[in-house]
């Protein structure tokens, strides 16, 4: 008797721009909010005038990988496959198939890749990523066949990988075309940024951003769908999420509104801070199994300290902010709390690239806050 066929299922590795229990970006079938760029690029693309690197740059979780993506599988359809004025392709396609499984053999994605000895990201885009461009771009092809490497994100490249990708910059092969993604563009070479155009993308706001959400939630399946927010938690999701679809879809996992209730009683609490409760907290954050809960918690304390800065700086903001604004940090204190804003983010990215106790971070992000209360 002949034996059944063995099968292997396929270990899907995790990516680190993918939200836990959301579709990755170039899954997402619809981009909202940003038609105008999508416009541009197609009518770049079909003008053949295309200029070789772009940088799409905005804040996280908008919708930039999501184009960088949109923009790949419509370069690399065939041309009959393309629609005027728009990316869209359909997704039984050849391209689109390839692309959304990444084996198109027109694409190169260069990322910080999972690391199954360590089961943790690289902290930054390792040169040897970089350094797979010098084959996928001397191998042969047609003379109508396009490259697309994608760059996801580009301000994650360590200094060696970024002077490789120059190279690759400065002479571009033909009908190639890089797309670079960041939101934090200050951080590349800026002879990087002058070899490409930058398209840069608007935060979201009112429907966009609702049927971006929408969308996540109905392509997540039924047990995540069945966690979206309610309508009473929708205007303040949407005032913590500062037009990003990601960290809405973050906070809402994540229990984000709890969490940045705990936040507001420990800032409305300084200068005094209540230990045992910031010692709870570090324990709840420090695992493994808390990074999203742990990343959060650090935007959103971050954000909230800005908005504290930003309302004693300029005078603005509600009454409640306005005052503590004024209670905790007043105009003699301005320099020293937007020090301790730029010296939290620094550490916070030592803790990431050094494995370092994140319960010990947060505690002395605390303490920090204490003393700038104090002074």
């Known amino acids: 008797m002949a034996r059944a066929p063995v ?24 981009l909202y909010g940003h038609e105008g760029a999508e416009e541009m690029l197609a009518d770049a693309f079909a003008s053949g005038r295309m200029h070789h690197g772009w940088l ?4 996280e979780g908008i919708g930039k990988a999501t184009l960088a993506y949109r923009f790949a599988r419509h370069v690399l359809a065939d041309p009959a496959e393309r629609q005027h004025g728009t990316l869209d392709i359909a997704p039984e396609t050849r391209a689109a198939r390839q692309v959304l499984a990444l084996s198109h053999p027109g694409l190169l994605v260069i990322r910080r890749a999972w690391d199954q000895k360590t089961k943790r990201f690289p902290a930054t885009i390792p040169v040897d990523e970089v350094r797979r461009l010098k084959a996928f771009l001397g191998r042969t092809s047609d003379a109508d ?45 800026v002879t990087i940024r002058s070899r490409v155009r930058t398209l840069d993308l608007a935060p979201l706001a009112g429907e966009p951003l609702r049927r971006a959400v929408t969308q996540a939630y ?26 990003s679809v990601r960290r809405l879809l973050a906070l809402q996992a994540a229990k984000g ?25 570090g324990d709840e954050l420090s695992g493994q199994a808390a990074d999203q809960r742990y990343e959060l ?47 939290v983010a620094a550490d916070k990215a030592d ?19 204490e003393t700038a209360a104090r002074s």
């Open 218 to 243: 109905v392509s997540s399946g039924d047990e995540v769908e069945g966690a979206a927010p309610a309508a009473s938690e929708w205007e303040r999701l949407t005032r913590l999420a500062d037009g």
């Open 7 to 30: 099968t292997h299922e396929i270990e899907e590795l995790p990516e680190a721009d993918r939200l836990d229990g959301f579709p990755h970006p170039r899954a997402t079938e619809r």
């Open 297 to 343: 918690f650090f935007e959103l304390l971050m954000s909230a300290v800005a908005r504290l800065v930003d309302a004693e700086a300029r005078g603005k903001g509600d009454a409640d902010e306005l005052a503590l604004a004024h209670r905790l940090i007043g105009p003699a204190r301005l320099a020293t709390w937007a020090g301790l804003w730029e010296r």
């Open 56 to 59: 799409i740059t905005g804040v």
């Open 257 to 281: 509104l709890v969490l940045y209730d705990r936040i507001s009683a420990m800032l409305s609490g300084l200068p005094t801070v209540d230990w045992a409760a910031a010692h709870a907290l």
């Open 145 to 189: 066949t396009w490259r697309v490497v994608i760059v996801d994100r580009a301000d994650e490249l360590n200094i060696s990988a970024a002077n490789a990708l120059l190279k690759s910059l400065e002479e571009p092969p033909p009908r190639t075309v890089f797309l670079l993604v960041s939101s934090a563009p200050g951080r590349l070479l």
């Open 351 to 369: 803790t990431a690239a050094l494995n370092l106790d994140r319960k010990a971070l947060i505690l002395d992000v605390l303490s920090r806050l």
